[in-house]
T-cell receptor, first 113, second 114 residues
Framework: EPEVTQTPSHQVTQMGQEVILRCVPISNHLYFYWYRQILGQKVEFLVSFYNNEISEKSEIFDDQFSVERPDGSNFTLKIRSTKLEDSAMYFC???????????FGPGTRLTVL | GESVGLHLPTLSVQEGDNSIINCAYSNSASDYFIWYKQESGKGPQFIIDIRSNMDKRQGQRVTVLLNKTVKHLSLQIAATQPGDSAVYFCAENIGPGGSYIPTFGRGTSLIVHP
């Protein structure tokens, strides 16, 4: 059964550094999403992506964040200058339609020191 | 049960019992609701969804009930098994023009004792 994969599983970085979180969605999915979950808190929507552009983004997704699907396979989330409060689990998800079931990856744990 | 924005409650049940997890949502304009299961160290896993034009939807061992009058959603798990132990949370679809910006509840921790 196809699944969403994410790398790395754990990323440790220094405050102010750039990080890129990578996701490989299921191949026939067209809609892609990033979420984050701060330890012990709710899953929060960051951004949705369709047809090579951002569809929706939340208030969390400020100018420090960007997404790309550079090669039709990988879907990346870049944080330009990490802050301590960016420490969280980041989940990638994909789906066939805008309101269809979303399939989540296992997440990347980002720790900003 | 949980409410979007409240602290994480816990539900403990015996194996074989039925479990009911509740969720209160805030936006009467929400039109799509999803229940997710999240096991420790894993991403959320879709369980079942329901649209606002329905009151009930059944899946394998799970049933979701929607009461739009009181903005309440519940997940019923029949014959709960130890493998059902996880955090369960609901999500509601809020957004203008039908856009999909889900809002998640904090979750209910289900503990199933063998």
């Amino acid at each position: 059964e196809p699944e969403v994969t994410q790398t790395p599983s754990h990323q440790v970085t220094q405050m102010g550094q750039e990080v890129i979180l990578r996701c490989v969605p299921i191949s026939n999915h067209l809609y892609f999403y990033w979420y984050r979950q701060i330890l012990g808190q709710k899953v929060e929507f960051l951004v949705s992506f369709y047809n090579n552009e951002i569809s929706e983004k939340s208030e969390i997704f400020d100018d420090q964040f960007s997404v790309e699907r550079p090669d039709g396979s990988n879907f990346t989330l870049k944080i330009r200058s990490t802050k301590l409060e960016d420490s969280a689990m980041y989940f990638c998800a994909g789906g066939s339609g805008s309101t269809d079931t979303q399939y989540f990856g296992p997440g990347t744990r980002l720790t900003v020191l | 049960g949980e409410s979007v924005g409240l602290h994480l409650p816990t539900l403990s049940v015996q194996e074989g019992d039925n479990s009911i997890i509740n969720c209160a949502y805030s936006n009467s304009a929400s039109d799509y609701f999803i229940w997710y299961k999240q096991e420790s160290g894993k991403g959320p896993q879709f369980i079942i969804d329901i649209r606002s034009n329905m009151d009930k939807r059944q899946g394998q061992r799970v049933t979701v009930l929607l009461n739009k009058t009181v903005k309440h959603l519940s997940l019923q798990i029949a014959a709960t098994q130890p493998g059902d132990s996880a955090v369960y949370f609901c999500a509601e679809n809020i957004g203008p023009g039908g856009s999909y910006i889900p809002t998640f509840g904090r979750g209910t921790s289900l503990i199933v004792h063998p």
